[in-house]
T-cell receptor
Framework: GDSVTQMEGPVTLSEEAFLTINCTYTATGYPSLFWYVQYPGEGLQLLLKATKADDKGSNKGFEATYRKETTSFHLEKGSVQVSDSAVYFC?????????????FGSGTRLQVQP | DAGVTQSPTHLIKTRGQQVTLRCSPISGHKSVSWYQQVLGQGPQFIFQYYEKEERGRGNFPDRFSARQFPNYSSELNVNALLLGDSALYLCASWGGPASDTQYFGPGTRLTVL
């Protein structure tokens, strides 16, 4: 089945620093790729997605590019804010079978300090 | 428009009991998926229903079951609760085979004592 490897957290940055959270995946077939964010005590919010190779997903200053050749989908943001503190999950969506199941890694906790 | 709603918000049960969790998808969405998120881990896929039929099942024991109703709402049932079933149970709504995006509800926090 699919699997995801994310960089270990927590990642601690100062406000306005550049953010990169690495994500690599293994998948049978050609998945869509997603980043979700989870704030304390809440469910998952969709952050961005990409559905085919070389697509760039973007939202709220975050970006990630679907790299099929390296099976990666790294998340970046040019200038983080304290409000970005949360846990970030990379997730491929298998779509070659009848089910559409997201596979999550363990997540990366981001802490942004003022 | 209302997003995905789940009830109850929190639940405390004891070992061996049974629990039912409820989910209402986004209006117009016909598919619901259930995920279990143990503290400190990522969500794990449990079930997916589309048009009231089970379309996928994750690696969970038969103590876990689910169903989808004609109005596309769904229930997740867990029998013979174990301490290890303590988790946040997330419901995700999506529009169907032509759509890739799943939208999550706030979850139900289940504590088994």
């Amino acid at each position: 089945g699919d699997s995801v490897t994310q960089m270990e957290g927590p990642v601690t940055l100062s406000e306005e620093a550049f953010l990169t959270i690495n994500c690599t995946y293994t998948a049978t077939g050609y998945p869509s790729l997603f980043w979700y964010v989870q704030y304390p005590g809440e469910g998952l919010q969709l952050l961005l997605k990409a559905t085919k190779a070389d697509d760039k997903g973007s939202n709220k200053g975050f970006e990630a590019t679907y790299r099929k050749e390296t099976t990666s989908f790294h998340l970046e943001k040019g200038s983080v804010q304290v409000s970005d503190s949360a846990v970030y999950f990379c997730a491929p969506l298998e779509r070659d079978t009848g089910r559409r199941a997201l596979t999550f890694g363990s997540g990366t906790r981001l802490q942004v300090q003022p | 428009d209302a997003g995905v709603t789940q009830s109850p918000t929190h639940l405390i049960k004891t070992r061996g009991q049974q629990v039912t969790l409820r989910c209402s998808p986004i209006s117009g969405h016909k598919s619901v998926s259930w995920y279990q998120q143990v503290l400190g881990q990522g969500p794990q896929f449990i079930f997916q229903y589309y048009e009231k039929e089970e379309r996928g099942r994750g690696n969970f024991p038969d103590r876990f079951s689910a169903r989808q109703f004609p109005n596309y709402s769904s229930e997740l049932n867990v029998n013979a609760l174990l301490l290890g079933d303590s988790a946040l149970y997330l419901c995700a709504s999506w529009g169907g085979p032509a759509s890739d995006t799943q939208y999550f509800g706030p979850g139900t926090r289940l504590t088994v004592l």
